[in-house]
């Protein structure tokens, strides 16, 4: 290899060093001579977004994107990913990407955002898509979203942001081979105007974000093992029952979920963060407790809670959780205001766990000086029945990431 200039490498490695650049940079090696006319052609990952094309002020990535894919020639599409911005030419039918694109049979990975219509024909035919993400497109129709996950025939990996005005009433999700969705639909509904319909019972991993006061409803009974529930929606018995298989949980507290923390038993679960998102969260959370008899860490996150007028609904239970007297090994607080309440559940939790190695207290951002190191005294002087459990606190507190979840785009 000695003298042996970079035109002079073999086509695939100079493919794979294509692929470390952007698309518009790989292209661009085209003037470099004729040896490099074709090489671009055949690289398997491409990026079009209008964020990484600033300099093109008149243009958006669009006509570069038009024109490059009628010569692309690669044998298979590991990843494409679309992001349209404002520059994009509406008059151009952007979002009717071209027939051809829905019978892609070597498509690994796709990422769409924004202006994109989802405008499905049928038959749809992607055999080889495993990860899919749909960020704030919308939908020609319900039947195009339908026909479009029904042609993913080995579907792993689904992340959905939703646009308030996608056309689509009911959101069903039907993937045989579902192993993660990640759902988020931030818009703030009155009622039950729509729903969320999930049917993969292979699905292992749920995070799902959803305030628009539809209902939710999950079919096939999945195992599930990591869950993220923040939601204000109308829920069906089995969404909320999937939850008992889970070993990882972050879950909002708030009137919706707040009467299945008594009726479900978590009995697999070992890490859980709870967020409250209302004031009233005391009673379902050591109801939570009973029903999570495994449960080895605890995190407690009130950064949500406006503290004023906080009231004294702390009720000790009859029997201590079993968890506490077995399990529980590390307790975390983030946001701890030193309220009444606040106090009798860090008191009740110090004081019946017995395998308890660590406390950590996060103080409230808003507290310094006196009234911090007053809170401090306090906590330090509330008997632990773990000799052994260390107390740390911090003021610049950090929540331990309970569970990962990665979608490879």
């Given at each position: 290899m000695v003298g042996t200039t970079i035109s002079e490498l073999p086509d695939d490695l100079l493919i794979k060093i294509l692929s470390y650049l952007s698309t518009e940079d790989a292209v661009v090696t085209m003037l470099l001579s004729k040896r490099w006319q074709s090489i671009w052609k055949m690289v398997p990952q491409l990026t079009?977004?209008?964020?990484?094309?600033?300099?093109?002020?008149?243009?958006?990535?669009?006509?570069?994107m038009d024109q490059s894919l009628q010569l692309h020639k690669a044998p298979v599409i590991e990843s494409l990913i679309i992001e349209l911005g404002a520059r994009c030419p509406v008059h151009n039918d952007v979002g009717n990407l071209p027939e051809s694109f829905y019978i892609c049979d070597k498509l690994v990975s796709l990422y769409v955002s924004d202006k994109i219509l989802v405008d499905v024909p049928s038959p749809v035919c992607l055999p080889s898509l495993k990860s899919l993400s749909l960020e704030s497109v919308v939908y020609k129709d319900e039947d195009s979203l339908v026909?479009?996950?029904?042609?993913?025939?080995?579907?792993k990996h689904l992340y959905v942001k939703r646009h308030d005005q996608d056309n689509v009433t009911m959101f069903s999700?039907?993937?045989?081979?579902?192993?993660?969705?990640?759902?988020?639909?931030?818009?703030?509904?009155?009622?039950?105007?729509?729903?969320?319909?999930?049917?993969?019972?292979?699905?292992?991993k749920l995070f799902i974000q959803d305030h628009s006061g539809n209902s939710c409803s999950i079919e096939n009974e999945p195992r599930l093992d990591y869950a993220l529930v923040g939601l204000n929606c109308y829920l069906d018995d089995k969404f909320m029952a999937s939850l008992s298989s889970v070993m990882y949980l972050k879950l909002y507290l708030s009137s919706k979920t707040d009467p299945y923390c008594t009726s479900i038993k978590f009995s697999q679960l070992i890490t859980c963060t709870i967020r409250p998102i209302r004031l009233q969260w005391l009673e379902p959370f050591m109801h939570f407790l009973q029903n999570s008899p495994k449960l080895k860490v605890l995190r407690i996150d009130t950064s949500n809670i406006r503290h004023e007028g906080?009231?004294?609904?702390?009720?000790?239970q009859s029997s201590f959780p079993e968890c506490l007297s077995?399990?529980?090994?590390i307790f975390e607080w983030k946001q701890y205001g030193g309220h009444y309440e606040e106090k009798e559940v860090v008191k009740y939790i110090l004081a019946n766990s017995k395998c308890l190695k660590r406390a950590r207290i996060s103080i409230e951002s808003t507290t310094f000086g006196e009234d911090e190191r007053r809170m401090r005294k306090e906590?330090?002087?509330?008997y632990r029945v773990s000799p052994s459990s260390q107390l740390l606190f911090s003021t610049q507190f950090k929540t331990v990431i309970t569970f990962q979840y990665v979608i490879n785009l």
């Open positions: 079009y977004m209008d964020s990484d094309y600033k300099h093109r002020k008149k243009r958006s990535v669009w006509w570069f026909r479009l996950l029904s042609g993913c025939r080995i579907l999700v039907n993937v045989p081979s579902l192993e993660t969705l990640c759902y988020t639909y931030m818009k703030l509904g009155v009622g039950n105007v729509g729903s969320l319909v999930i049917g993969s019972a292979t699905l292992r906080f009231p004294r609904l702390f009720n000790r077995a399990h529980l090994e906590l330090e002087s509330m």
